[in-house]
């Protein structure tokens, strides 16, 4: 905790808590009075002052985590010191201190119960309202199972099954042959996106899907990505279209639109649970606990599912727009995972849309294209 942490640093160095908390400041002025313009340079000292300056300034709410090597490989020696924070409050706090009124709105604020708890405020007012369209410009879907009846998901005891990375792979083989323009595939990270990526190339599908649409991806490289983009976007302009392998928390579920012809269909495979076994993870889960009485569970479905629904929604940017979501894991067939998405969606999830195979699921797709042509022409 930081209380500790500062005591120990008063101790064996003798700087005390008021010290630390205007160490930010102090370089800043510092680096003011010298007239040093180039700061890059200085970029590491000030990220120790950054550090310095919240260690000094909360004392609740806050986390230091110290790894002294990745888990991955116990043997390599690369302690890590971190400062987490765990309690959202702490940084909307001030919006409340300063404005009397305060409007906080999302499409997926879901389920809308959770926030106040997480926010630490009591709403004077709380409304979920469903999509104003004028036609069902939406068609939502959950896949089950393959066309081989076996059941599809990323839980740890089955992502790696060969039966489901084939599964997958098929599903998005026949979407890519029927489904026109943009589709945009959301993995639950980049190591299950970079194991079943090289498993289709190694089945043969990632070969057949490119006789349909050419395939770009994400990697943490923020400039590689952006270049994946623009040629995402060049490749479904002429009408050749794409599909795009993203990865859920990454820069493109957090805000990259796929309006009109860049997303007619986006497909989550899995449930994006994070990695529970994460030092800082169960440090936050511990402090919502005992802070806000939030159960572990409550808040690892909840933020999962927040993060599907975030990549879902990148498809639908207005009411002109159109595109289908592939809710591809059974999990999401369960109505304690299901309830958790938000209004919007769940009101144009039909019954008969929450149980799909491959084959079903191709066939519905098919069926809303169809019916959207045709609303269009007339």
């Known amino acids: 905790m930081p209380v500790s942490f500062v005591a120990s640093i ?12 205007f160490c930010y400041d102090r370089l800043h002025s510092l680096l003011l009075t010298l007239e040093i313009t ?21 004392s609740r709410g806050f986390s230091i985590i110290i790894e002294p090597y990745d888990d991955r490989m ?7 010191i971190q400062l987490s924070c765990h309690d959202a409050s702490l940084a909307i706090q001030p919006v409340f201190d300063r404005f009397q009124t305060v409007v906080i709105t999302s499409g997926t604020l879901s389920p809308i119960d959770l926030y106040p708890r997480l926010l630490n405020f009591n709403p004077v007012i709380s409304r979920s309202f469903t999509m104003s369209l004028t036609r069902d410009c ?11 009846q076996l059941p599809v998901s990323t839980k740890f005891d089955m992502r790696s099954d060969p039966g489901v990375v084939r599964n997958y792979g098929r599903l998005l083989l026949e979407m890519a042959s029927s489904v026109p323009d943009g589709i945009v595939c959301f993995f639950v990270s980049y190591s299950y996106m970079d ?24 990697t943490p490289d923020v400039v590689e990505t952006t270049l994946a983009l623009d040629n995402y976007r060049k490749a479904c302009d002429c009408g050749r279209g794409a599909v795009f392998f993203s990865v859920a928390r990454g820069k493109v579920a957090e805000g990259i639109d796929f309006d009109r012809h860049y997303g007619r269909l986006v497909i989550m495979f899995g449930v994006p649970f994070q990695y529970t076994l994460s030092k800082i993870l169960r ?3 511990e402090y919502l606990r005992e802070t806000f009485q939030i159960k572990e569970g409550d808040f690892l479905t909840f933020d999962a599912l927040r993060q599907a629904a975030q990549c879902v929604g990148r498809v639908i940017r207005s009411k002109a727009d159109y ?9 999401y067939s369960r109505h304690d995972k299901r309830s958790k998405l938000p209004g919007w969606i769940l009101s144009h999830l039909h019954d008969a849309h929450l149980n799909l195979s491959t084959d ?7 069926d809303f294209l169809t019916s959207v042509q045709l609303a269009i022409c007339f």
């Not at 116990?74 to 890590?80: K, Q």
């Not at 190694?202 to 649409?213: A, S, T």
């Open 10 to 21: 008063h101790s064996q160095a003798g700087i005390d808590q008021r010290m630390l908390r």
């Open 38 to 58: 180039d700061t890059d340079e200085f970029m590491h000292i000030q990220t120790i002052c950054d550090f310095a300056t919240l260690i000094g300034t909360y």
């Open 74 to 80: 116990p043997e390599v020696r690369d302690p890590v």
């Open 138 to 148: 939406i068609c939502p879907m959950v896949l089950t199972r393959g066309s081989d």
């Open 195 to 218: 194991g079943i990526v090289n498993s289709w190339n190694e089945m043969g599908i990632l070969q057949d899907i490119m006789q349909h649409k050419l395939v770009f991806i994400e």
């Open 283 to 285: 440090a936050r889960l």
């Open 323 to 331: 595109g289908m979501m592939i809710f591809a894991d059974k999990r």
């Open 360 to 366: 079903m699921a191709l066939h519905t797709a098919q």
